[in-house]
Nanobody
Framework: VQLVESGGGLVQPGGSLRLSCAAP????????IGWFRQAPGKEREGVSV????????YYADSVKGRFTISGDNAENTVYLQMGSLKPEGTAIYFC?????????????????WGQGTQVTVSS
């Protein structure tokens, strides 16, 4: 199963982007869906997670209040709305799916990953 991210690009500081995670081959409601990012020279980190059980959400402190994760069952897609973007948000953003846990941003728990989409925040 391969997840497919889209929506990345170049945006100015303070701007917004919406990333999409399409999941052909699985039903997003059956999985915890997480968004992760990896900046140049840094380890991959968890950004946000959407629970498979009740739609509850987790956000890393660095994005809390600026990012929103949501799902569309009809489209079988999970979105990450990113606002007030900062230059340190420049990274490759990945989505991933996993089962057997609730709100956890540890990447080792996730079974299926996308190829990532580049987000560059720069003036």
């Amino acid at each position: 199963v391969q997840l497919v991210e889209s929506g990345g690009g170049l945006v100015q500081p303070g701007g917004s982007l919406r990333l999409s995670c399409a999941a052909p081959g699985l039903t997003v409601d059956d999985y915890a869906i997480g968004w992760f990012r990896q900046a140049p020279g840094k380890e991959r980190e968890g950004v946000s997670v959407r629970s498979r059980y009740d739609g509850s959400t987790y956000y890393a402190d660095s994005v809390k209040g600026r990012f929103t994760i949501s799902g569309d069952n009809a489209e079988n897609t999970v979105y990450l709305q990113m606002g007030s973007l900062k230059p340190e948000g420049t990274a490759i953003y990945f989505c991933a799916a996993g089962v057997g846990f609730d709100l956890c941003a540890s990447e080792v728990l996730y079974d299926y990953w996308g190829q990532g989409t580049q987000v560059t925040v720069s003036s």
